[in-house]
């Protein structure tokens, strides 16, 4: 918007506007605008004239004050930097060509804070603008002995309404910010640096959280688990494979999950969980030996520990963002769940139905992300992948009859999941 | 089979071979031109103010032993040489420049740092800003400023002006002598508008054959040579 108004102002009013470098600076409601000219200007444009015309062209910028910087005239040093400016400005010159070499000079730069300063050059029938403002008018720290801005203008505005006009729309459209008061720049003076805030020793917390978890893996090909995921369980025990409990049960459920952990100096730590997820069995309804069942159902309760590594990045006061890589062992458990329908009795199938084992053990790892609300408050997403199974601990010997083969000996999935979380810094 | 062989040689000749000119290429800048130097133009109307107290010996102990003098006496004595030396070498090199006196540059402004590459800076006193030096009553076009002459054994600029490479100091090191080096900074200055047109620092360096006297002579008298070529080059706008 600002682009295509310059463009057509400048078009309507026939100037030329050549940015030689532009930094950009914060715009300040009420701004206060000092002006000074090199000795090379003939008609110096009038303060209040420019005042009156920016505030008309840019009315978002409240109440500009502008005034002659007649100090920068009067002192032998300055004037000698506005004399040397003027005979220096060149479409061909950086930034630092034009610095001011004295320190007097550059302390009298610095001394600005937020105020603007736009220096004006004249040669022939080109208008030369330059901007300087304390370090307060910007977002990253920089030289302020320099100026921030220089540009040209073709041919020469022919007044102080016309020039404020071009250079408004170039150099004041976007929204202002309020200034700072003198309070608030004392308090900003002596405000700790957040760059050099100590990282706490322990960062403590629990939290709770729900989720999915199911056996197959986004994007991975579906012939790896299709067989397991299409099986099912023939009189109460027989599937085709019965080293995956996904065989045997319908492999999606949701989860709900506790957790407790610390972190490191916001580095490594370790966490504790405990998940619980429900299966139903996967059992064929138009099978008749299944009248008699109610309903049948495995709970699944897991309990592990896993060590993360993690990096802290400020998103500003309030937020931060944690995210982190974990990996660790857990245990699990099935808990069955079955009933027969009243009237009904046990059949033998029924009484000698599939056991799972008393437990397993596996690996899971994955990748996380922790929002942080105020150091006490996180909002934590995490995606993972997690086994169970049956290792053998000891090498079967040869002599050894075969052994049938587990049930749910190799059993994996994945999940995702959200979580509250509440956090106690110890520093 | 053998052509084969040869060529992927050939591809890995070619390969090694840019690697290591972009390795040399990008060393650093050694000098830094004004965007308005003007391009094409020689030398002209220049003044040079004399070298004066603006050299240092390093290893003034090992230059002492080598030219018979006793240490108390030897920056006395040799920068009497050095001076003369080096005013010779600007009559011969570059005739039309002006001599003017050392002290000129006490009426500059402060020593300031110039900056020529990321992480080279050159100290020096230039004219204040809106200064320009008059001599006679009159204004010459440029100044040419000599901000300091290093001479010593075994020297070399990166270990001097380098900021990265710096604290690598050769003095102290007790080997056998190996070279004789110059290091000029120096400056070619526009006294009308005031600002440098050309900064650069050059280095001479001879292997040392134990004649001190006149390797020495011989590195200062080349200095000239050596600095002209590189402002010349600047005007050119390609620097080796």
């Known amino acids: 918007m600002r682009f295509i108004l310059s463009v057509l102002l400048l078009a309507l009013s026939a100037f030329a506007l050549n940015e ?12 206060e605008i000092l002006i000074a000219f090199t000795d090379n200007v003939h008609s110096p444009i009038n303060p209040d004239d420019f005042c009156r015309s920016l505030a008309r062209t840019e009315p978002s910028l409240g109440k500009p004050e502008c005034r ?19 005979m220096n400005v060149d479409a061909r010159v950086e930034s630092r060509h034009l610095a001011a070499r004295s320190s007097q000079v550059a302390e009298r730069l610095h001394k600005l804070d937020d105020r603007y300063l736009i220096i004006l050059s004249e040669h022939h029938d080109t208008l030369w603008a330059m901007m300087f403002s304390g370090n307060r008018s910007f977002e990253q720290p920089r030289i302020v002995n320099e100026p921030a801005a220089l540009v040209s203008i073709f041919p020469k505005p022919a007044d102080a309404a016309t020039f404020a006009e071009v250079i408004g729309l170039s150099w004041f459209a976007e929204s202002p910010i309020r200034k700072l008061t003198d309070h608030e720049k004392e308090a900003a003076a002596v405000a700790p640096d957040p760059s050099y805030a100590a990282t706490p020793a322990f960062d403590y917390w629990i939290s709770m959280g729900t989720g999915w978890s199911q056996a197959a893996p986004p994007l991975t090909p579906n012939s790896w688990y299709k067989s397991r995921v299409k099986d099912h369980v023939v009189h109460y025990r027989s599937v085709k494979d019965s080293l995956s409990a996904w065989s045997f049960l319908d492999d999606k459920s949701q989860l709900f999950t506790l957790r407790g952990g610390f972190t490191w100096i916001g580095f490594v730590g370790i966490e504790a969980y405990a998940t619980r997820t429900n299966y139903r069995v996967k059992i064929d309804p138009t099978d008749s030996l299944y009248r008699e069942l109610d309903h049948w159902s495995f709970a699944r309760y897991e309990m592990g520990l896993t060590a993360h590594i993690t990096m802290q990045k400020k998103l500003n006061e309030s937020f931060s963002l944690n995210p982190y890589a974990f990996l660790g062992f857990d245990y699990s458990f099935f808990v069955e769940s ?5 009237d009904f009795t046990a059949s033998e199938q029924y009484k000698n139905r599939f056991q799972f084992e008393s437990y397993y053990r596996g690996a899971i790892f994955g990748v ?9 408050y996180a909002l934590d997403t995490r995606v993972g992948i997690a086994s169970r199974g049956k290792s053998l601990d000891q090498t079967p010997s040869p002599d050894a009859a075969p052994s049938p083969t587990i049930i749910g000996g190799t059993t994996i999935d994945c999940f995702a999941s959200v979580a509250l979380e509440y956090h106690w810094i110890v520093h | 089979m053998g052509k084969v062989y040869l060529v992927s040689m050939n591809r890995w000749i070619v390969f090694l071979g840019l690697t290591f000119c972009f390795m040399g290429c990008s060393t650093a800048h050694w000098s830094d031109r004004h965007p308005l130097f003007p391009v094409g133009s020689a030398l002209a109307e220049t003044t040079m103010p004399d070298l004066g107290e603006r050299w240092i010996l390093v290893r003034g102990a090992w230059f002492a032993e080598q030219l018979k003098l006793s240490p108390a006496q030897v920056y006395d004595t040799l920068g009497e040489d050095v001076r003369e030396i080096f005013a010779e070498s600007v009559i011969q090199n570059l005739p039309t420049v002006r001599a003017i006196a050392s002290t000129t540059i006490d009426s500059f402004a402060p020593t300031e740092a110039q900056k020529l590459d990321d992480h080279i800076f050159i100290k020096g006193r230039f004219p204040a800003q809106g200064q320009t030096l008059l001599t006679n009553g009159l ?38 002598v190996k070279k004789l080096t110059a290091i000029a900074t120096w400056t070619l200055w526009d006294n009308h508008k005031g600002h440098f ?43 080796p």
């Open chain 1, 20 to 31: 030689t470098f532009v930094t950009p600076w914060i715009v300040w409601k009420n701004p």
């Open chain 2, 139 to 176: 204004a010459v076009s440029q100044l040419l400023l000599i901000h300091e002459l290093t001479i010593g054994p075994d020297l070399s600029r990166e270990n001097i002006y380098d900021y990265d490479k710096a604290n690598q100091d050769t003095e102290g090191n007790h080997h056998k």
């Open chain 1, 68 to 86: 002659l910087a007649g100090d920068w005239e009067r002192d032998s040093l300055s004037g000698a930097y506005l004399h040397w400016l003027g």
């Open chain 1, 368 to 376: 996380g992300n922790r929002l942080t609300f105020k150091e006490n």
């Open chain 2, 197 to 239: 047109l050309v900064s650069g620092i050059s280095e001479v360096v001879v292997p040392y054959q134990g004649e001190t006297g006149p390797e020495l002579r011989k590195i200062i008298h080349d200095l000239i040579p050596a600095l002209t070529a590189k402002i010349h080059c600047g005007i050119i706008g390609a620097c």
């Open chain 1, 338 to 342: 079955i009933g027969l329908r009243p």
